[in-house]
């Protein structure tokens, strides 16, 4: 008998809303395919990130006065470097993944082995910090730019004295590249506004072009015709071949761009902000094509050569590590049957049969499960109005917006709205107060809402104690009532206004 009674209570029924369908398209299905986030807690902000040239693609991290290696397979520290006084800068790998350099606030540039923890070179004439540091592409040189305003050239092989000193910049170089298809031609970026292209074969500046705020940070084409600067929230393309010719300038960031990279094709170009934002562009029109949102500033960023991984650094000391999800992953067809043969135990052998559709003769029983009601709905059935409200007002459900507001449209229908709302104390008023300031100025819901807001007025108005929680919550939706009446006088106004122009344009 019980069980015929929970079948024919109805229960109740949860407002639906038009849904608004994000189109998706292919790019954003892309980038959408970095999934599985880890988050690695470095222990200081997380300056650079830099990828290995050669297989396997190892990336290293530099983190205040530590360098981590990470396994592009694991994800996991394989080496750790604290051969640092104080912070290190800018690690990255030689072509052949076999020496790592890192700059120093001390002004030293330091070579170590991968295979090693020696310092196999340390280079000292830098008199301030080294923030940027590389290897030439024939791996036997070293490029550094230091807060000093000077670029230097070091030989490999004997790093007691540098090979050539670039002067030319009048504030911190912060920032270089090497031309793939010049390799005598280095580019430097400085806090001074000027991006320099140096010829280290007579170490003369041979171009210079303005970008019209500090450098964070400089990218070349693989093409060696094209770079791109990072200053602000601005993103400059430069054509080195015309002389430096600016071919284009975009902002979609907020506030600072601190990283440039391309993707493994080099068809894509991706930036990152203090913003919290990564935002991809097509290298052919430079629109964003996609974007992402990250949970505190960005100070870094890398992608692998093969697209696999997007490393970012963040300024609260994580480092977030995203791969690219299998293609194969979630598509149950493309898997062998010998492979999806499910292991007595796990979910699929709990689940085989489930969804099995008899044919022809056979017999099947049909099998009633007894209906659960939620505890508001229990409440409703007993006609415990005032418990179902409460029950669904301290609900942490994601829809509890709609769920309060569909409760509180049933008992409206049932005339027992005011019952629900009445003889509630302070602490039992307050959760009904704070809903109806969240939620009663939602296109969605303000019809109704401003009819129950009213009602609670009408009976708890001349009795809510002055300093209370209550009369806080009162005063909030008062000036939003005030704030959103005025915005529709002015709304009305301007409606009002353009009504004139049209009809005078129609008579002329």
Known sequence: MAHEEAYSFRSLHIKQFPKVQKTENAEEKHWGKYQFPLTCKEHSVVTSVNFSPSEPHDYVVTSGSKVNVYSCSTNLVKKSISRFHESAYSAQFRRDGKL?????????????????RDILRQCKEHKKAVHYTCFSLDGLKLMSCSDDTTVRCWDLATTDNSLLTMRGHADYVRVGGISRVDPSLWFTGSYDHLVK???????????SMCHGSPLEFLLVHPSGGICFTAGNNVVKVWDILAGGRLLASFSNHQKTITSLCFDGSYRRLLSAGLDRQVKVYSMEDYHVKSSMSYPAAILSMAISPTDSHLVVGMANKLLSIKCMKNKHDDDDDLVPSAVKRARIGNYKYFMRGMHYKPTGDVLTVENKRRKHLKPYENYLKKFKYHDALDSVLKSNAKNRGVLVYSLLQELSRRGGLRTAVSGRSEEQLLPLLQYLCKFMLNPRYSNFLSDVLLMVLDIYGPAVDKGSGSEAVLKTVKVKVDLELRLQRKSLELLGAIDMIMAASTIN
């Open 100 to 116: 790592l350099v890192a700059g120093e606030e001390q002004g030293n540039v330091k070579v170590f082995d991968i295979g090693s």
């Open 197 to 207: 292209l140096w010829d280290i074969r007579s170490g003369d500046c041979v171009q």
